[in-house]
């Protein structure tokens, strides 16, 4: 496709617009990977630059530096000490002493360190005690415990280079304060501007912890894991150790033939699922949504609070609740089959849940019973703010009202909520209570038996993670290998619809 | 020309937009049939006597309040305990960070606000439920599981510990609110913190109670972490994994039907009449937070 000028893009209609740069998303893929690559070959070369920077500065403070700050350099504040910074040189040291206890104490930091490298060497067999004439438990390693606390020495290493550079710096700027001949900044001001210039330290100081310690920490642990044989017969600690095993889970998984099972096929399948599911589940509820939405504002229509409460019901009550309920309604002996049967539509029970065809598609049609009323409110509340008068001149020219929609109300929609579409998108493909509460992912699917966690026909790759993980064969390093997929996935696909969604809004624009 | 055909197509619209009406009355009251049928089966079923299986008809032949009654000899009140505690601790303390996040990143401008938002962006393209395997082992560890008796400590400290991902919508709201609000108060000698807790916060009461609902609302729905950490023993569920844990095999679903329904009741009512009251607030945020994208 030919590339055009900025003129002529601005001159093209607005689907051929939408076209132009879907194509040419796809055209720029070689030189934007060029790109991207000679990006990352750049910034690695400039943090380098920085930390021969960084180590230059600390030189020429150690060089240039008074005692006090030369013994800062072993001893961890004191140089905020003896300038009378009480209490930033007390934390520092708290830190250090704190940091080398943990290091050197007997299964501590350098213990876990050093064991990373073979996650444990004594697994947890018994030992035979010539004595006694028994087996015995001896002590052993436990490779869980040695990748966590691992990982987690790792960040507190980083944690304690960072902090002393901190204190390497503040003995320089402290020097070159002191020399202007300002007073340095005593404890007192240091708490106070805790709660003003300093304040959005102490609002993140708790929320980043959380996310560190409780999100940040386990996706990287469970990365890890991916290369590992970590699963229940190697679960670390009560019947063996783990080990690295390199790309091995990796290779499995994109295998035809590993053990009778086909992984690959089994994988695509799901993942095929998933997109079908996650296109359907998002568009279907869009659309119907505003839809039910213009029906309800539309004027002249009476007792509006009315409807939107109803609907609003289903999300009043706890999804769990209503999803098993509807699940349950389904079934062979359920409601809908009596009330079919008992009025004469069918002679015989519908198998909705057994069907793969059925089931997948009756998933859908329950998603959207649960999804409009979400988008019935969002759509209210944009369809209220477009403007009347675009409606009016449409009116006046005559516009149908199919043509008032297509081209003033669904444009208005789509420019409003084109993030919101690609969020629900990738949470609906991650949407495990509405399968797993409707269908437990089955009916199962005969050709994929032999993987891990029974795959059934309704399956997203949320759902068989879970399986994978539950039951009587866990495989967490398989269940971590789909994790990474799954986040390929949505990272790709959240690249593409980004590059093609109208320009997104400069946040600034709001204050 | 135009003129003379407007009355005759005015005329045309008021009937056809009556007829158009008409329609859509019709088409409101069967999606509200729909849309009620589920839960009016499940409140007349809880009332069921006669037997305690699925059956292919809604009314119930014999009336009664057996079902609520024999819930009490179930561990339903100690699933519903341990859910109420969840919900109560974690919309406070939820709430709290929350806001602390949000604000902090709608109102100050510092060195890596932006990289931290990419951060946690990508990191919200990992599925959760990977954090939650080792977190699980982590809190088994730590004795905080089901196999140590109560998993409500753990389940909190889960649950609160990532909140601060949730961001998004109060972003949106504090972002709407005039930054010369907070200059004003700063040129008159007023703290960072005093900005907040005198200015802002009055100003955003509707972002809290949102905030406070959907983090109340939160624990109720959680059914795949609760299972982990309950690991299955009774006491340590929460309402979401026991009530389907009687629906779990045919054997379960034949004894625990309307058992079910009934503590399906006695869990959405209370939490349905709370959302009702407070729909207001939850339509603005949800409304807000959509259009922000």
């Not at chain 1, 019935?376 to 149908?400: F, H, V």
């Not at chain 2, 960070?97 to 990191?123: D, E, G, H, N």
């Not at chain 2, 625990?256 to 339509?283: E, R, W």
């Amino acid at each position: 496709m030919k590339r055009l000028t900025d003129l002529e893009y601005l001159m093209l209609p607005k689907w051929n617009k939408f076209w132009y740069k879907f194509i040419m998303f796809f055209v720029d893929i070689p030189a934007n990977l060029w790109n991207g690559i000679k990006g990352i070959g750049g910034s690695i070369a400039s943090f380098f630059k920085a930390i021969g920077r960084e180590f230059a500065d600390i030189g020429k403070t150690f060089a240039e530096g008074d005692w006090k700050t030369k013994t800062s350099f072993l001893v961890m504040g004191f140089g905020n000490i003896a300038r009378g910074q009480i209490l930033r040189g007390v934390l520092f040291l708290i830190f250090e002493v704190v940091f080398i206890w943990y290091m050197i104490t007997p299964f501590g930091g350098a213990y876990w360190v050093q064991m990373l490298g073979s996650l444990g060497l004594q697994g947890p067999e018994k030992g035979y005690d010539e004595i006694l004439d028994q087996y015995i438990s001896i002590p052993h390693d436990n490779s869980f415990r040695i990748l966590l606390y691992g990982v987690l020495t790792l960040f507190f290493i980083v944690a304690f280079i960072y902090t002393w550079r901190v204190n390497v710096k503040q003995n320089k700027i402290a020097e070159e304060i002191l020399k202007s001949g300002k007073k340095l900044r005593s404890g007192k001001d240091d708490l106070k501007s805790l709660v003003d210039d300093q304040f959005h330290k102490t609002l993140l100081a708790l929320p980043l912890t959380g996310i560190l310690v409780f999100t940040v920490m386990p996706i990287i642990f469970m990365i890890l894991v991916a290369f590992t044989n970590y699963d229940g017969a190697h679960n670390g600690y009560t019947n063996a150790l783990f080990t690295w095993v390199g790309l091995d889970n990796f290779k499995t998984m994109f295998s035809w033939d590993v053990g009778g099972v086909n992984y690959a096929a089994t994988f695509g399948e799901v993942l095929t699922w998933t997109l079908i599911w996650a296109f359907f589940a998002t568009f279907s509820n869009y659309f119907l949504g505003i839809f039910v939405a213009m029906m309800i504002n539309k004027k002249g229509i009476r007792v509006k609070k009315l409807w939107r409460t109803i609907l609003v019901l289903t999300i009043a009550i706890p999804q769990f609740i209503s999803l098993l309920y509807v699940s349950k309604m389904f079934t062979l002996n359920g409601l809908i089959n009596g009330a079919l049967l008992s009025f004469g539509f069918i002679d015989k029970a519908i198998d909705f849940w057994g069907d793969p065809m059925l089931s997948r598609i009756m998933v859908i049609v329950i998603n959207i019973w649960i999804g409009i009323p979400y988008l019935m409110l969002i759509a209210t509340g944009i369809l209220m703010n477009i403007p009347a008068d675009l409606y009016e001149s449409a009116k006046i020219d005559g516009a149908s009202g199919w043509k008032q929609f297509s081209k003033i109300t669904l444009p208005y929609m789509l420019f409003i909520t084109g993030p919101y579409l690609l969020t629900s998108f990738t949470s609906n493909m991650n949407n495990f209570n509405v399968i797993y509460l409707l269908t437990g992912g089955g009916p199962t699917n005969p050709a994929a038996s032999g993987a891990s966690g029974s795959v059934g026909f309704t399956d997203l790759l949320i759902t068989w993670l879970f399986k994978i993980t539950t039951g009587s064969d866990t495989k967490y390093y398989l269940a971590s290998v789909v994790g990474i997929l799954v986040f390929i996935v949505v990272a790709l696909i959240s690249l593409v619809v980004y590059n093609l969604l109208p320009s997104v809004k400069n946040e600034e624009d709001f204050q | 020309m135009n003129e003379n055909k407007t009355p005759k197509r005015h005329l045309g619209l008021k009937a056809s937009s009556a007829i158009s009406n008409t329609v859509i009355h019709v088409l409101l009251v069967i999606i509200s049939i729909i849309w009620l049928i589920p839960f009016v089966c499940i409140v007349l079923q809880s009332f069921r006597v006669e037997s305690t299986y699925q059956v292919g008809y809604v009314i119930p032949k014999q009336w009664g309040l057996d079902n609520y009654i024999k819930l009490l000899d179930t561990n339903f009140p100690q699933w519903y305990f341990n859910t109420f505690i969840c919900a109560v601790v974690v919309s406070v303390t939820q709430t709290i960070i929350v806001l602390c996040m949000s604000y902090t990143l709608s109102r100050f401008r510092f060195k890596l606000r932006k990289a931290l938002m990419q951060f946690m962006l990508i990191l919200g393209m990992f599925p959760g439920m990977l954090a939650m395997i080792i977190l699980y082992r982590v809190l088994d560890d730590l004795h905080l599981t089901g196999q140590y008796g109560s998993s409500v400590p753990g389940l909190i400290l889960v649950y609160v510990a990532s909140s601060g991902m949730g961001y998004y919508v109060s972003k949106g709201f504090f972002d709407t609110i005039p930054k010369s609000l907070d200059e004003a108060a700063r040129v008159d000698g007023a703290t960072r913190a005093q900005v907040l807790t005198k200015i802002i916060l009055p100003l955003s009461k509707p972002i809290v109670i949102y905030t406070i609902l959907t983090a109340f609302m939160g624990p109720w729905g959680d059914f795949v972490f609760a299972r982990y950490v309950s690991q299955m023993f009774p006491g340590a569920m929460n309402v979401a994994v026991g009530l389907q844990s009687w629906l779990a095999t045919d054997t379960m679903t034949f004894n625990n039907y309307t058992l079910f329904c009934a503590g399906g009741v006695v869990v959405a009512l209370p939490v349905a009449i709370l959302f009702m009251c407070l729909q207001k607030y939850y339509v603005e945020g949800v409304t807000g937070g959509a259009v922000k994208g």
